[in-house]
């Protein structure tokens, strides 16, 4: 570590100190803001920002990508260490979004771009009986 880089990164490092800091810097771009140490120090800083699903679908499909490259995951663990980093320190989903996504759901209208299943039908379970 360079004697520049002790100022600007809150975490150890390692491999996944830098992937993480990497990772942060990553988030708050996709929303337009420069990440520092000073933001995520303080409580409830993933609370003030907010982006659509598709920039966290975005997102997400991005870390896992970065981590399969730069950690060396199997898709399933990079898959999994992105949806726990979401949910721990990923920013907030736009309100508004979701009302629609709700409101939709409730008038039996799906999300654009999902297919539909039909409901299955339990057929009826006959047994041929053989008698002797």
């Known amino acids: 570590m360079k004697k520049d880089e002790k100022a600007t990164t809150i975490f150890a490092p390692t491999k996944i100190g830098r992937f993480t800091q990497h990772v942060l810097e990553k988030m708050f771009e996709a929303v337009g803001r420069v990440w520092s140490p000073e933001i995520t120090g303080t409580p409830g800083?993933?609370?003030k920002t907010s982006w659509t699903t598709e920039q966290a679908e975005s997102f997400r499909d991005w870390m896992v990508k970065e981590g399969m490259r730069r950690m060396?995951?199997?898709?399933?663990?990079?898959?999994?260490?992105?949806?726990?980093?979401?949910?721990?320190c990923g920013w907030t989903t736009?309100?508004?979004?979701?009302?629609?996504?709700?409101?939709?759901v409730k008038h039996g209208q799906?999300?654009?771009g999902t297919a539909s299943k039909a409901p299955r039908k339990n057929p009826k379970r006959t047994r041929s009986r053989t008698t002797k």
């Open 110 to 112: 799906q999300k654009t």
């Open 72 to 88: 060396r995951w199997r898709k399933s663990r990079a898959l999994k260490e992105a949806q726990w980093f979401l949910f721990d």
């Open 45 to 47: 800083w993933f609370m």
């Open 94 to 104: 736009d309100r508004k979004e979701s009302a629609e996504d709700e409101t939709n």
